[in-house]
T-cell receptor, first 112, second 114 residues
Framework: GENVEQHPSTLSVQEGDSAVIKCTYS??????FPWYKQELGKGPQLIID?????GEKKDQRIAVTLNKTAKHFSLHITETQPEDSAVYFC???????????FGQGTILTVHP | KAGVTQTPRYLIKTRGQQVTLSCSPI?????VSWYQQTPGQGLQFLFE???????NKGNFPGRFSGRQFSNSRSEMNVSTLELGDSALYLC?????????????FGPGTRLTVT
């Protein structure tokens, strides 16, 4: 079955530093990889996603890279700010009509 | 445009009871998925509905069921509640059914079973 592993489970950085979260997946048919941010008491918020026909996508301070050969994708946050503190989830695979399988989440703490 | 709404936001039930949770997708969205979130198991897929038909189902017992109405609103029902059903239940909507469409989550319903 589908499996998504996410690392690290916790990540602590100083404000202004970069943060990287990595996920690996097992289903080679996967073609859609979203990332979600969940703040306390809220539902997950879609922050960026990437499809299998591209290797990298950026949106201001956030970027996602995809390596289909190695079956992993990563979230990169640059110039971190305290408001980036949250739980981040990767998800995949989402084949043509498949469900999303989520990673276990990464608790990111950005210290001022 | 309003986001995904879920009602109620909080619910306390007793073991053995049943519960119904409601989800209204983003206007124009036709697909609704349900997830269970717990500290131990993380986010787990329950089921997905499109055009009033269940299209995908996760590995949950038959006590968990759902349906979708013609206006795309969805409900999920859990019968014979167990303590382990205590969780945050999240609904997500997408424009259509398929991999090209992003899923947007609601705030969730926090269910506590005592």
């Amino acid at each position: 079955g589908e499996n998504v592993e996410q690392h690290p489970s916790t990540l602590s950085v100083q404000e202004g530093d970069s943060a990287v979260i990595k996920c690996t997946y097992s289903d080679s048919a996967s073609n859609y990889f979203p990332w979600y941010k969940q703040e306390l008491g809220k539902g997950p918020q879609l922050i960026i996603d990437i499809r299998s026909n591209v290797g990298e996508k950026k949106d201001q301070r956030i970027a996602v890279t995809l390596n289909k050969t190695a079956k992993h994708f990563s979230l990169h946050i640059t110039e971190t700010q305290p408001e980036d503190s949250a739980v981040y989830f990767c998800a995949g695979p989402r084949t043509s009509y498949g469900k999303l399988t989520f990673g276990q989440g990464t608790i990111l703490t950005v210290h001022p | 445009k309003a986001g995904v709404t879920q009602t109620p936001r909080y619910l306390i039930k007793t073991r053995g009871q049943q519960v119904t949770l409601s989800c209204s997708p983003i206007s124009g969205h036709r697909s609704v998925s349900w997830y269970q979130q717990t500290p131990g198991q993380g986010l787990q897929f329950l089921f997905e509905y499109f055009s009033e038909t269940q299209r995908n189902k996760g590995n949950f017992p038959g006590r968990f069921s759902g349906r979708q109405f013609s206006n795309s609103r969805s409900e999920m029902n859990v019968s014979t509640l167990e303590l382990g059903d205590s969780a945050l239940y999240l609904c997500a909507s997408s424009l259509e059914w398929g991999s090209s469409y992003e899923q947007y989550f609601g705030p969730g319903t926090r269910l506590t079973v005592t």
